[in-house]
Each structure stands twice: as C-alpha cells, then as structure tokens.
C-alpha cells in the first residue's frame, strides 16, 4: 500500500508542497486526487464536492489540472500543438469535426504559451526542446486547462541552477497573476520553503505533520524522519 | 511561407486529379481496372490509417468492415429491390454499425491487447460469412452482382470509384485537421496526459473507430461496384495485415502514406505474381527494406526531404 492515512488540505490561493522521501508516496497521492488511481478508503473533496473515484477528465472538468513527473507531452505535436490541445479540451470543442483546428484559439494558447516563456519556441517539434523548456511545456500543457487547481509534481527535477530559477518565478507567478492554488512535490528544500505557505511531510504513505514552514521546521518527528537527514540542508 | 506551399499543394493536388481523370483515355481496360482496385484499396488503407496512424490504435483487422460493408451492400442490391444508392451506403452504415459493436469491446484494452481482442472478434464474423451459406453464400461469395449501367463499364466504375474516393479522402483530411483529430493525435501520444487535459478517451476513440469502419464500408461497397463479386476472403485477416502493411509502407504519419502504399502492394502483388509463385518473397524483402530504411514510410521518407529544401529556399529568398 503506497498511500495510507494520509491527509492533505489546501486552502483557495494558497501554495502548498508535499515533502517526503522517495517512495513516501507523493506522485500516488496526486495520482489519487486526480482520478489516474481509485482509493480503497478514503474520500478526496474538491470546493465542498466529493470527487473520489472519477475518471481524470471528469476530474479536470471539474477545474484541477497537473503537470507529471516524468515529462508527460505529445511528443509528435509541436509545442504549439500541445497547449492547443488542452485548451481546445478545456473550451470542449473536441467534437468538432468540422472547423480546422488551426483556425481555432490561436490566441488563447499563444497567451499561455507567453505567460511561461515558450512564445518564441511554438513551432518547434517537443523533441527538439532542452530538457527545461521541456518541463516548462509541462506545465503550460496542464495550464492550457485554465484550472483552479493546480498540481505540480516535482516541476524543477533534473532543472539546471538556472532554469530551476525561472520555474521558481513562474510558478509565483501563476500564484499571483492568475491566482492558481498551487499543490507542489519538491526535493529542493530551498525552493519548498521559499515558495510554500504551507507544507504537508509524508512518509511511508501516512502524513507526519502539515503545517507552515515553521512548524514543519520545529517539528521533532518530521526532523527525525527527514530533514534531519544528511540529504537535506534547511537552512 | 505557409500560404505559398498551400497554393503549392493546391496546384499538385488540381493536377493529380486531373490526371487520373484522363488516365482512361490513355490507358487499356486492365489498367483502368488495376487503378480503380488501388483507389479501393488505397481508401480502404487510410480508413484503417484513421485509428492507426492518427489514432496509435493497433486495430489488426479492419477489413472486417471493408467485407461486411461489401457483402451488405451485395446482398441489398441481389435480394431487394432497394436503389443503388441506398444500398451502398447501406454498406458503409452496417461497417460502421459493426466497428461500434466490436469498439465497445475492444476499446477497454490497449495497444497489442487490443489487436489480439480485435482480431478474435473479427474471425468470428468472417466464420459466419464463411457458414452460413444459405444467406452469404459460404466461400462460393456472390457473383455477378446487378450494378447500375452507367457505373458497370470499366470506365464508368473507375470515374465512380475516383469521385467517391475523392470525396472521402477530402471528408477524413478534415476530420484529421479538426478538433476531433487533433484531440485523437493527443490520444495516440499519450493517452494518459489526454484524460489529464479533460479528453474522454474510450469515448473519443470509440467515435474515431466508428468513423474508420464507416470508411473502410465505403471501400467494400466500392469493391462491389469496381469487381462485381464478394467473397469471404475480403474479411478474413491476411487481407488485414496486407493493409496494415500498406499504412507501414506508404508512411503512417503521412496524410498520404496508406495510399502510395496501397499502389505500391498493389502494383507488386499484380506485376510480380506475373513472374513468380514467390512473389510474397518480393514483397517480403521490399517489406524489410523500408523497416530498416524508411522507419516513417516512403512519403514519410520524401516529406522529410522535402522540408530542409523548403527552408533552404526561405533562407536563399532572404
């Protein structure tokens, strides 16, 4: 069981990360909120909804869109072509057979695609895209949904000291522009503590504690599980 | 840039055209026969190419519905008094029936699972054709099929097989270039991201498999027309894995692909069994070839090449 006893509350407008060691059951988490998996027991609740056990696109229907740990696009689209997708998904004219798709909310995903700094790069092919812009797509693939809910699983992983900066500022940025509630997993402590208002530890499936950056900093357990470790620097 | 390749295309396309619209003016009767059997075949390929290419649905039997869709289209035209037209089109709506059926099934499992399922469900339906004599035939099929005259000559079920294939080629390159196919190449690229960004897949690909049996109907009912005949074979999967084999040939991430590839079996299949009893041997080793050469097909191959020419003339333009 990767996932057991675990709670997790998000707040509208805030940015929350999930912390945990490897196989603490972070991405099985997600995947339980999204509907990719279906719990045995538990309830997962979205504005007041139960939304446990629907399908993912009900899920994303519902306004909660994420990004995946392993670059997760359409490879034989362009970067264009990708956002396209989600935002024709997103204004439901997948049924329509009619109007070609070129013609259709070139303005919208052009939008997007600016808003994370891809504007210049639509028209490549996503395999030609460095590893950063990659992750960058990513994320502008699950914002093509215009969700309100916004999960992020471990969007700096394998970023250049660079690029895990400009995704830093992005991810800011869709927290105060556009006003996401943002749920992250991250490794780097140093990004998870300058950017989360509050951070929930997992380990072994269960949660040890959520709370702010201060609680979490204090707490004796998530030091003695976690941070504690050598692994990690807090500071 | 983009505006003068369209009218590019055009061009080629106006001249394509008008070219096999004069073809049997030139060519002998066997000819004439010989290219209208490869606009079938050929339509039949890019049907399949919908889900396969398109759609990265592993759909190992279409020709289930290319044979049902010639023997309903057979069977109203020999045992009712229905009009032609209807009769065909019958076709087209029992293939498409058909793939709805099956897609319900097949649709839950993925990639070789799902061709596996496909496959089985299919041989099922051949099995009856092939049985159930006092109505399909058995293996004798139905002969001498009553076509209206003016489409019956050579000539005149050429120009009736050209203008439906037209039609249809122009209907799924729409589809292909609408929402509905952009969302299908999502799908085929990853399925799972798609259900991520709010697509019902098992819906949409249900919908994409229908429309490529209703298609794959049309090229049996044109069968019936261009050959007069059908038998069980139509149905059964060997032909399925030659058309498959079409898509791989021809190129299947090109629009065009299946039918280049269509032509070229075609053309193999009749030229060389001329020559030998081994002509599967032939084929076998073009087959080996474009694996190994052209991974994305032989017009997949030339778009390729064609497009650093493109750019290399912007650059000269300046």
């Known amino acids: 069981m990767a996932v057991n006893r675990a709670n997790l509350e998000v707040e509208k407008g805030e940015i929350v990360a999930v912390i945990g060691p490897n196989g603490a059951g972070k991405t099985t988490l997600f995947n339980l909120i999204t509907g990719i998996l279906k719990p045995d027991e538990g309830r997962v609740f979205f504005k007041g909804e139960d939304i446990t056990g629907l399908s993912p696109h009900n899920v994303c229907r519902k306004g909660i869109s994420r990004s995946f740990q392993v670059v997760n696009v359409f490879e034989r689209l362009s970067v264009f072509e990708n956002v396209r997708i989600a935002v024709l998904s997103k204004n439901r004219m997948c049924w329509n057979f009619i109007t070609p798709s070129a013609k259709l909310l070139g303005d919208e995903t052009e939008r997007i695609l600016s808003s994370v700094g891809l504007a210049d790069k639509k028209d490549s092919a996503c395999s030609d895209l460095s590893h950063g812009d990659r992750k960058v797509l990513e994320i502008a693939v699950a914002l093509g949904a215009s969700p309100e809910f916004l999960i992020l699983d471990e969007p700096t992983a394998g970023m250049a000291p660079e690029e895990t900066d400009r995704c830093i500022e992005l991810i800011r940025n869709l927290s105060d522009t556009l006003g996401l509630t943002i749920l992250f997993c991250e490794h780097d402590m140093g990004l998870v503590f300058s950017i989360s208002d509050r951070i929930m530890v997992m380990a072994r499936g269960s949660t040890l504690v959520q709370g702010t950056c201060e609680e979490v900093r204090r707490n004796q357990a998530v030091q003695d599980a976690y941070l504690g470790g050598d692994d990690y620097d807090v500071s | ?318």
């Open chain 2, 1 to 318: 840039m983009r505006k003068g390749t369209s009218t590019r295309n055009i061009g080629i396309g106006i001249a394509v055209v008008a070219v096999f619209f004069l073809l049997p003016a030139f060519l002998p009767r066997f000819y004439v026969y010989l290219i209208s059997l490869m606009l079938v075949y050929g339509l039949l390929a890019t049907s399949l190419n919908i889900v396969l290419g398109y759609g990265g649905v592993f759909q190992f039997h279409h020709c289930v519905f290319y044979g049902v869709g010639a023997y309903a289209t057979a069977l109203f035209l020999t045992k009712t008094g229905v009009p032609f037209i209807l009769s065909f089109l019958a076709g087209a709506v029992a293939a498409a029936v058909l793939s709805f059926l099956m897609g319900i099934i097949t649709v839950r499992l993925s990639k070789l699972y799902f061709g596996m399922l496909q496959i089985s469900l299919g041989s099922l339906v051949w099995a009856i054709v092939y049985r159930w004599y006092s109505f399909t035939g058995g293996d004798d099929g139905i002969h001498g099929i009553p076509v209206p005259e003016i489409i019956s000559s050579y000539n005149g079920s050429y120009y009736f097989t050209l203008a439906v294939t037209l039609i249809c080629l122009f209907l799924i390159y729409k589809i292909i270039k609408s929402p509905f196919g952009s969302a299908l190449q999502g799908i085929r690229d990853n399925p799972v991201r798609s259900g991520m960004i709010g697509i019902n897949v098992k819906r949409h690909l249900l919908v994409a498999l229908v429309i490529a049996g209703f298609f794959g109907g049309v090229a049996g009912s044109l069968f019936v027309v261009v050959d007069k005949t059908v038998f069980p074979d139509m149905l059964f999967w060997t032909l399925s894995l030659e058309v498959f084999i079409m898509c791989l040939i021809g190129g299947w991430f090109s629009f065009f692909g299946p039918m280049v590839g269509a032509a070229i079996v075609i053309a193999l299949r009749t030229f060389v069994s001329g020559y030998t009893v081994y002509w599967a041997l032939v084929y076998g080793i073009v087959m080996v070839f474009v694996i190994f050469f052209l991974p994305n097909g032989i017009l997949g191959f030339l778009e390729q090449r064609a497009k650093p020419a493109d750019e290399k003339k912007l650059i000269e333009k300046g």
